[in-house]
């Protein structure tokens, strides 16, 4: 249980085109999902939380209009990347929690986006 | 901010052998949650082990152990018996009891030599 998907794991995109990326909780329903990107041999930086059915909480210095985070579903959340340029280029991770007295972040297989 | 600190950027164990990870974490907080997790080249993070502060038994999980020392915030994970699936790079997180957001320390690259 408590599987996590990405789609699509890998994606390559022209400059100034958008991007998004799904991220889908399979088998539990997930009040809260996480977005973190991850530069090569670096920690996974928190980029935003959403909660479903609310406006996302983006972490200081990541910018929402270029990062639009929507939690439309209790297992779906998707993070779109506008007007994408080559340093937007990275791996971006999802992660789902169950809340409640769970206090596990369960996390995707990750996205690796690069912009030409 | 909670900050999570692994000092060892990378280490090296033989297989068989035993090497522990360093993590200390900054906070000011009394109830919380720790945790390490692996993240091997396929890049999927896997959770390797909990701990929840108000416990003073340190947990764990068949090979993998971990030191938590409370008062000097420090959460050092054990692996015994090293195995060639154990390379990869270890993480340390914290997250906060009543706040279900993570910190996540800068990482250490484990590799086991044969």
């Known amino acids: 249980g408590a599987v996590v998907s990405q789609h699509p794991s890998r994606v390559i995109c022209k400059s100034g085109t958008s991007v998004k990326i799904e991220c889908r909780s399979l088998?539990?329903?997930?009040?809260?999902m996480f977005w973190y990107r991850q530069f090569p041999k670096q920690s996974l930086m928190l980029m935003a939380t959403s909660n479903e059915g609310s406006k996302a909480t983006y972490e200081q210095g990541v910018e929402k209009d270029k990062f639009l985070i929507n939690h439309a579903s209790l297992t779906l959340s998707t993070l779109t990347v506008t007007s994408a340029h080559p340093e937007d280029s990275s791996f971006y991770i999802c992660s789902a929690s169950p809340g409640g007295l769970n206090n596990e972040q369960f996390f995707g297989p990750g996205t690796r986006l690069t912009v030409l | 901010a909670q900050t999570v600190t692994q000092s060892q950027p990378e280490m090296s164990v033989q297989e068989a052998e035993t090497v522990t990870l360093s993590c200390t974490y900054d906070?000011?907080?009394?109830?919380?949650?720790l945790f390490w997790y692996k993240q091997p080249p396929s890049r999927q993070m896997i959770l390797v082990i909990r701990q929840e502060a108000y416990k003073q038994q340190n947990a764990t999980e068949n090979r993998f152990s971990v030191n938590f020392q409370k008062a000097a915030k420090s959460f050092s994970l054990k692996i015994s018996d090293s195995q060639l699936g154990d390379a990869a790079m270890y993480f340390c997180?914290?997250?906060?009891?009543?706040?279900?957001?993570?910190?996540f320390g800068s990482g250490t690259k484990l590799n086991v030599k044969p």
């Open positions: 997180a914290y997250r906060s009891y009543n706040f279900n957001k993570f910190y």
């Open positions: 906070t000011s907080e009394s109830d919380y949650y």
């Open positions: 088998d539990f329903q997930a009040t809260t």
